[in-house]
């Protein structure tokens, strides 16, 4: 198939683009930059390019025929989305709208979309199934809420066909190394307890001791970004062949506490990290872990990297071969 995938130089979107790449497909990567790196996209085609030039993106997507698009580009940190909610509404529901309206202009059938756990909010049940309540606790988690609310009604009126994935916590790197997880600034658990591993943070902050969880950290669902990546196969593959829109959770259903994720990753490094205890995150919830039971079920989704260790071990790969992230210089084109 002709695929478009936004925000393909991102962590999660250059490793979906690796895979469709595997798979046979021709692929566009479309990228501002803001947070992606033009080093991650190898294989695909690259256009520099801001979803909010609707002109460029609907051209775009007519001549390359493209025939899906995997939808990636978004703002996605929670503490960030706090501080900053008009940037989140802009850059993930005013451009998400205007992806949409491209693709009703060109006449593009089918999206796989990029949600989120935290539409969500507070769990009243764990692990969390679809038909879970969706009350936000931030305006990250809101803003993704409304695009889907939009994929519904872009689905009704106008024939859209939509896979939206709730992600859970995306973790790990391309076990073949080749891609990995480089934001900056870096905000995500793991990286940091791994920078701290390599000496370029002098301690891993903990956000929060006084949760009503079994030691007092947050709780997470940490599945692997090459998983998550395979999931938008399925999704891909299930939209061309008829399947109904739909919402999944993608996540392994294992709740690791952000004390849990410290020490296992201590074990992959060999050696304890030094650690500060600070408040609570605003705007995170205490536990997000996910049923994957209907993704498993309709798509035959199963993750091949479940276990933290090895989530962990990929990642530690990652930033021990590549300690300062992607190369900086490669030219723009
Ligand atoms: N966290 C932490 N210290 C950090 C970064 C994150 O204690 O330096 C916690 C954070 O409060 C959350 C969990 O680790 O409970 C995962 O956070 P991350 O930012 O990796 O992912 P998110 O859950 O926001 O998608």
Not at 201 to 214: M, S
């Amino acid at each position: 198939m002709r695929i478009l995938v936004t925000g393909g130089a991102g962590y999660i979107g250059s490793h979906t683009v690796k895979e469709l790449v595997a798979a046979g497909h021709y692929v566009v990567a479309l990228d501002n930059l803001s947070r992606g790196r033009r080093a991650a996209v190898r294989q695909a085609k690259f256009v520099r390019a801001d979803l909010a030039d609707q002109k460029l993106i609907t051209e775009l997507l007519r001549a390359e025929k493209i025939e899906a698009v995997m939808h990636f580009a978004a703002s996605s940190l929670v503490g960030e989305s706090m501080q900053h909610p008009a940037a989140y509404y802009q850059n993930n529901v005013v451009n998400g709208l205007h992806l949409l309206e491209s693709m009703r202009q060109a006449k593009t059938p089918y999206l796989v979309f990029s949600s989120t756990a935290a539409v969500y909010g507070e769990p009243t049940e764990t692990p969390i199934p679809e038909e879970h309540p969706t009350i936000p606790t931030n305006p990250y988690g809101a803003t993704k809420l409304a695009l889907e609310g939009a994929l519904a009604w872009y689905s009704r009126a106008y024939g859209l066909k939509y896979i939206s994935l709730r992600y859970f916590n995306a973790a790990g790197a391309d076990p073949e190394g080749d891609l990995g997880e480089d934001h900056d600034p870096e905000t995500h658990l793991i990286p940091l307890v791994l920078k701290a591993a390599l000496g370029q943070l002098p301690a891993v902050k903990i956000f929060g001791r006084d949760y009503p969880t079994p030691d007092g950290t947050c709780i997470r669902d940490y599945i692997h970004v090459t998983d998550l990546a395979r999931a938008h196969l399925l999704a891909l593959k299930a939209l061309a062949d008829g399947k109904e829109p739909a919402v999944y959770n993608l996540g392994n259903g294992n709740g690791y506490s952000v004390l849990e994720v410290v020490q296992t990753a201590e074990k992959v490094v060999g050696r304890t990290l030094p650690k500060i205890f600070t408040g609570r995150r605003p705007g995170d919830p205490a536990v997000l872990v996910a049923s994957a039971a209907k993704i498993k079920r309709d798509l035959k989704w199963e993750p091949l990297y479940s276990d933290l260790p090895t989530i962990i071990e990929t990642a530690w790969r990652w930033h021990k071969k590549h300690p300062q992230g992607y190369p900086k210089e490669r030219k723009i084109t």
